[in-house]
């Protein structure tokens, strides 16, 4: 049985700025640790986590499965068509139900924004934010972070670069706020459609011409263009897209030597990247995807166990 730890002083993830920078490299650690070696199957022992997922999903749904099921939760999937949300039910009493059945960790995605946060309100428990509209991502943001530690060493100082629909991304607004917390610059890179010029401000640099900004970056975060959220008035021409912020062959060699590209998935071939950057020595997703697993467990340990 694992060592008792001091209760953890955060009780739920809604977002990055929810963590310290202390406490976002701490949960890079433990994900550190449990890459080199697994950790005890009895982590989470007794520990009951349900995944109420609203939204489709293929990575952030699996590997939470298997970072749960890794630290020896007992876990219950919820599909939305199985939650009383549905026949009226509030979000306060699915918290109560949920907590009165034992239940001590609820992670959950949602189309709406702010979804998690008021059902954190009312549970007696934990809630992980596994994405909720266009607000957050956090453990997107904390796997990325993760990836790029990994590749460099560090997250102080590097230039990253989050290219694409900003506008509507979570994972861009998560990792925004994550980055710049451990010290990284962050510059955001679109058309005015997808990037407002308020978006800059006192926050990462807003930057329009991707082919000048790519020769003075560590790292290149790709984002999808997010039909599903985008009211057909600001999706720009998809040819427009491609011509000036699709990254080809071309654009990678404007890139310096170490830099590397990163994508959180589902990337469009043709749209926000070719063929030619799946064959980059740079390119990180596969390990991106790898991280998220280990990232989880952390997340998961970190709440439950402090």
């Known amino acids: 049985m694992p060592a008792l730890k001091a209760p953890s002083p955060y009780s739920s993830l809604i977002d990055l700025d929810d963590l310290s920078p202390a406490g976002i490299t701490e949960i890079l650690d433990r994900a550190k640790a449990f890459h080199a070696e697994p950790p005890p199957r009895d982590l989470l022992r007794d520990v009951s986590v349900v995944n109420l997922f609203f939204e489709a999903s293929t990575r952030t749904y699996t590997s939470f499965a298997l970072a749960e099921q890794r630290v020896g939760a007992d876990v219950v999937a919820l599909p939305p068509g199985s939650s009383s949300l549905g026949k009226g039910e ?16 609820i992670v959950t995605r949602h189309p709406h924004s702010g979804f998690p946060a008021r059902l954190a309100e009312s549970f007696a428990g934990h809630v992980i934010n596994a994405g909720d509209g266009r607000h957050a991502h956090p453990t997107q943001a904390l796997l990325d972070l993760l990836t790029l530690e990994t590749e460099f060493g560090k997250l102080a100082g590097l230039r990253v670069a989050l290219v694409g629909d900003i506008l509507h991304s979570r994972v861009a607004r998560s ?3 994550g ?15 997808l990037l407002p010029d308020s978006m800059g401000g006192d926050g990462p640099r807003v930057a329009r011409d ?3 900004v790519l020769p003075h970056v560590d790292a290149v975060m790709l984002l999808r263009i997010q039909h599903e959220r985008i009211a057909s008035a600001v999706l ?22 170490h830099a590397i590209v990163m994508h959180p998935g589902p990337y469009n071939r043709g749209v926000e990247l070719t063929e030619d950057v799946l064959r980059y020595p740079g390119w990180r997703y596969a390990q991106q995807v790898s991280h998220g697993v280990y990232v989880r467990m952390a997340v998961l340990d970190f709440l439950v166990n402090g």
Do not use: H, Q
């Not at 917390?181 to 890179?189: D, I, K, P």
């Not at 720009?236 to 030597?257: E, F, G, I, Q, V």
């Open 90 to 105: 509030t979000i306060a009493d699915t918290a109560l139900t949920l907590a009165a059945m034992g239940v001590r960790v």
């Open 210 to 212: 991707l082919d000048a």
């Open 175 to 177: 990792n925004a706020i």
């Open 236 to 257: 720009p021409s998809l040819d427009d897209y491609a011509r000036n912020y699709r990254l080809d062959a071309r654009r990678l060699a404007l890139l310096p030597k």
């Open 179 to 193: 980055l710049r917390a451990m010290g990284a610059e962050v510059t955001l890179v679109g058309p005015r459609t």
